[in-house]
């Protein structure tokens, strides 16, 4: 445990289990000195996230699904009454129909199109909106989470890939809005981990073989190194950045094939 992130508050949308990279962050933010609070998305997900976060103590844990405004203001509201303000929000939402996420991208339905960026792209807008008031002034930091599929042409990955496109963009727009206001927003970028959200994705496991035999560290990374990622995005050492894109892959983005 170190202090770095003493008497500081955050939020972290998207704990389903050990294995998310949520949980990465908020250990990293936790070991920090940081004081959390969790969503889980509904009763299926609450007690795996209570019994995770009984790790935390002094954590608190609210329901909230972002395609539920009302969640979303009553998550807010809490956390004014309980916190009183909020230093950093770290959104690690997404969610695509598992047949979306296989086969043709030119078969994406409008529903399921629709409900990805509501999900994965949107939610981070919405979020951000509810948090202002708690973070203006604050030398605040939210982060999210994206993939390289937005910008490269991923197997598979498809209307993930554009909602991850519009969330990157999202960045830079919220960044530009809420920098006066003392809010730094960026996304870290993580190589593929073998999460609840990845098993979604067809052929998962030979997206990580490929890039263990090419990307310059020669393997996949951890949702740990993504938390030491959001530790630093959200701590004194990043107050230069926002609006931007970190990649915590190995390297694997650099490479031409
Ligand atoms: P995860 O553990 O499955 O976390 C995804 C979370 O999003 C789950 O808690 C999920 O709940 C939640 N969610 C889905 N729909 C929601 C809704 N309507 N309202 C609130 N929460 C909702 O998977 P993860 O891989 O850690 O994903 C976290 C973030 O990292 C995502 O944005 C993902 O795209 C990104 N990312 C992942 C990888 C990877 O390889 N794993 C790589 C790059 C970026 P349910 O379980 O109920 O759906």
Redo the contacts with the bound molecule.
């Keep these: 445990m170190n202090t770095l992130l003493e008497g500081k508050t955050g939020i972290i ?5 050990k ?4 949980w990465g962050c908020a250990k990293s933010l936790a070991q920090a000195g940081m004081r959390l609070a969790f969503t889980y ?2 009763e ?2 609450e007690k795996s996230v209570r019994d995770l976060v009984a790790e935390i103590p002094g954590s608190l844990v609210l329901p ?4 539920k405004p009302e969640e979303i203001d009553e998550v807010f509201e809490t956390v004014r009454e309980e916190f009183g303000y909020l230093d950093t929000v770290v959104h ?4 695509a129909k598992r047949d979306e996420l296989q086969g043709d991208f030119f078969n994406t339905t409008k529903d399921g199109y629709m409900l990805a960026h509501e ?2 792209a949107y939610s981070l807008t919405a979020i951000s909106r509810r948090a202002l008031p708690l973070m203006e002034g604050r030398e605040g930091s939210i982060v999210t ?3 390289l599929g937005s910008e490269r042409v991923v197997p598979n990955y498809n209307v993930m890939g554009i909602a991850k496109a519009a969330l990157e963009a999202s960045v830079r727009y919220l960044a530009a809005d809420l920098g006066p206001r003392g809010i730094r927003v960026n996304a870290i970028s ?4 073998r ?4 098993s979604g994705v067809k052929d998962f496991a030979d997206m990580t073989s490929h890039i263990a035999d090419i990307a310059p560290l020669r393997r996949n990374v951890t949702s740990e190194e993504v938390g030491d990622c959001c530790l630093f995005l959200c701590g004194p050492h990043s107050r230069g950045i926002t609006g931007t894109t970190i990649f915590v892959d190995a390297g694997f983005h650099i490479m031409g094939g």
Aim: charge should be neutral; glycine fraction near 6%.
């Design positions: 949308f998207g704990v389903a289990n294995r998310s990279i949520a998305v509904d299926r997900l909230c699904d972002v395609t690690a939402i997404a969610f999900v994965s989470l994206t993939y993580a190589g593929p981990i999460t609840l959200a990845a």
